[in-house]
């Protein structure tokens, strides 16, 4: 059986401190570590280049993908609005992953990345052609799945693909012969079926199966939420279904706004007639019942002991939307077990070839 990969995590007021903690709980560095995974607070996020070069001095391993966050991830701990550092060495053989450049549009995509089964990329959220990036590399890795997610920080969105970038797509790709799995948890749950949008302009819905929109969204949130429609903002979502889907993914978008003199209904997304569209609802127990689900399936999938993970998570989960620090972490390592498990809080999740919001993307090596 192979071994866990080497990992540590650590939270300090300043980044030699919190980088030399993860070195030394890091320890023997092994021959075989062959890629590093490093997610950095965005306090640290002015210093990541020196923080890169000294995990590269200190381990010893040449090539490195991540992020900084407003918060980073670790097994059974986040640390959100809190400076910190996460690392893990992946061992894989050199044959079977390639570093994915830094990519602003799809035109530069061309022959890159070079012919793989899966790709780990981190993004920038100014770059508008995120979604054309992301759909692009899934386009050209064979098993289409890309995970991944955006740089989430108050100063520069910053990330790593052996040396810092930023203003697009970068990260790695993996050959088939690397054993993992991924799974990703929407953290809500639909309130009732689908239904056709029969009026829409731009972002706004004005019919639903051919009766006016905010009638149907308050007959499903129900006569309470319904009568405060602004205390229903923080609980009520549109999910727009992925078509061609075989596990039921849809896009959740915010409601924006609600305009009840003439029944429309304005979602952050564009839509247009024929699209389909259900109204959810996100809690901490719907998002525990969805976490839990995932990873029961994750685990069957992958089918042999875990030697590490990469999780990435919306900014508005963690403690926001499991109610206390450090549950949606701690769900994760009580159901999978003990694993080495890096990543941050992201600016928008990215699984298969879209870009989500308010969802978890794990991945994990076997």
């Not at 590399?137 to 991944?148: E, K, L, N, T």
């Not at 002991?305 to 939307?321: D, F, K, N, P, T």
């Not at 769900?331 to 498990?341: A, S, Y």
Request: glycine share 12%; aromatic share 8%.
């Amino acid at each position: 059986m192979s071994a866990p990969f080497k990992y540590a995590h650590a939270a300090a007021a300043a980044w030699r401190e919190a980088a030399a903690a993860c070195v030394e709980r890091i320890g023997a560095v092994p021959a075989t570590a062959t890629l590093g995974f490093l997610y950095v607070s965005d306090a640290f996020g002015d210093e990541l280049e020196a923080i890169l070069a000294f995990f590269k001095a200190a381990t010893g391993v040449a090539h490195w993908t991540g992020s900084v966050g407003v918060g980073v991830c670790a097994t059974g701990r986040e640390y959100l609005d809190e400076p910190a550092v996460a690392v893990m060495l992946g061992e894989f053989e050199p044959t079977d992953f390639t570093m994915l450049p830094l990519l602003r549009s799809a035109a530069e995509i061309g022959a890159e990345p070079a012919a793989g089964y899966f790709a780990v990329v981190h993004g920038d959220p100014a770059n508008s052609h995120i979604q054309e990036l992301i759909e692009g590399v899934s386009a050209q890795v064979s098993s289409g799945f890309v995970v991944g997610g955006l740089s989430s920080s108050r100063g520069a969105t910053r990330q790593i693909s052996d040396a810092v970038v930023s203003g697009g797509l970068s990260g790695v790709v993996f050959s088939e012969r690397v054993k993992l799995a991924t799974r990703l948890t929407q953290g809500v749950s639909p309130l009732g079926p689908r239904h056709e949008i029969t009026a829409a302009n731009k972002n706004v819905v004005g019919s639903l199966d051919h009766r006016p929109a905010l009638e149907v969204m308050k007959e499903e949130i129900g006569e309470v939420l319904a009568r405060d429609l602004r205390r229903a903002a923080g609980y009520i979502f549109v999910g727009l279904p992925v078509r061609g889907s075989d596990t039921g993914d849809y896009l959740v978008r915010n409601i924006l706004g609600v305009d009840p003199r003439n029944n429309l209904v304005a979602v952050g997304e564009q839509l247009a007639p024929g699209d389909d569209l259900l109204f959810c609802r996100r809690d901490q127990q719907t998002a525990e019942q969805d976490l839990r689900r995932m990873l029961a399936a994750i685990g069957a999938q992958l089918g042999t002991a875990i030697r590490g993970g990469v999780y990435y998570s919306c900014l508005g989960r963690g403690r926001h939307m499991f109610g206390a620090p450090n549950r949606e972490l701690e769900l994760i390592r009580e159901t999978l077990g003990d694993f080495p498990l890096v990543g941050f809080f992201a600016n928008g999740e990215i699984s298969h070839d879209r870009l989500y919001g308010y969802t978890g993307v794990l991945t994990l090596f076997g």
